[in-house]
């Protein structure tokens, strides 16, 4: 059985401080794939971030970084000097190589305080 | 710029009165999904469609259904509204090429917020 788990139900920091949001899964799938989703208050879901499971290379955009470890089974991702923009519910995914259905997390709810 | 755009982005309803939610595309891609999310919770697949294949999932509501007359259009019928299908409904789309890895990313549109009265 696949699942996600974001232990972290809500986060709230000051703006330009770091944070960092935690994702756990579970998956048998030798091939799977990881993704990190944006929702702010307006209710559309950003892709953020794809990762294969067979490149653990970590990845910098900006501001953005995530951090996958095959050896733990996480893929986290952090945000440098967060922003007021960045208040959003953060979701987490997994999905196999052959079916159509993602495996979300419950998501983090991030408030970044002026 | 291309994307997908849901129409109405608020739609009012009332207890079992037939509604109809749509989702248009303009990226071309080929599978398009419809997900119910209510508040505070992740998203939950109702079905989708690999080009003309409809694919329901196993614990969707008969009171849900669906219709693509083409690749563009894909349309969210609920034929009997009740108090528990108030939700944000997303429509999105990924592009199905076999071994590549792109296929696994939607592309989410802005949702309809769908309210029962």
């Known amino acids: 059985a696949q699942k996600v788990t974001q232990a972290q139900t809500e986060i709230s920091v000051v703006e330009k401080e770091d944070v960092t949001l935690d994702c756990v899964y579970e998956?048998?799938?030798?091939?799977?794939?990881l993704f990190w989703y944006k929702q702010p208050p307006s209710g559309e879901l950003v892709f953020l971030i794809r990762?294969?499971?067979?490149d653990e290379q970590n990845e910098i955009s900006g501001r953005y970084s995530w951090n996958f470890q095959k050896s733990t089974s996480s893929f986290n991702f952090t945000i440098t000097a967060s922003q007021v923009v960045d208040s959003a519910v953060y979701f987490c995914?997994?999905?196999?190589?052959?079916?159509?259905?993602?495996?979300w997390g419950a998501g983090t709810k991030l408030i970044i305080k002026p | 710029d291309a994307m997908v755009i849901q129409n109405p982005r608020y739609q009012v309803t009332q207890f079992g009165k037939p509604v109809t939610l749509s989702c248009s595309q303009t990226?071309?891609?080929?599978?398009m999904y419809w997900y119910q999310q209510k508040s505070s919770q992740a998203p939950k697949l109702l079905f989708h469609?690999?080009?003309?294949?409809?694919?329901n999932e196993a614990d969707t509501p008969d009171n849900f259904q669906s219709r693509r007359p083409n690749t563009s259009f894909c349309f969210l019928d609920i034929r009997s509204p009740g108090l528990g299908d108030a939700a944000m409904y997303l429509c999105a789309t990924s592009r199905e090429l076999a071994g590549n890895p792109e296929r696994f990313s939607r592309f989410f549109g802005p949702g309809t917020r769908l309210t029962v009265l």
């Open positions: 469609y690999y080009d003309k294949d409809f694919n």
């Open positions: 998956t048998r799938d030798t091939t799977y794939y």
């Open positions: 995914a997994l999905t196999g190589d052959s079916n159509y259905q993602l495996i």
């Open positions: 990226l071309n891609h080929n599978v």
């Open positions: 990762r294969n499971s067979f």
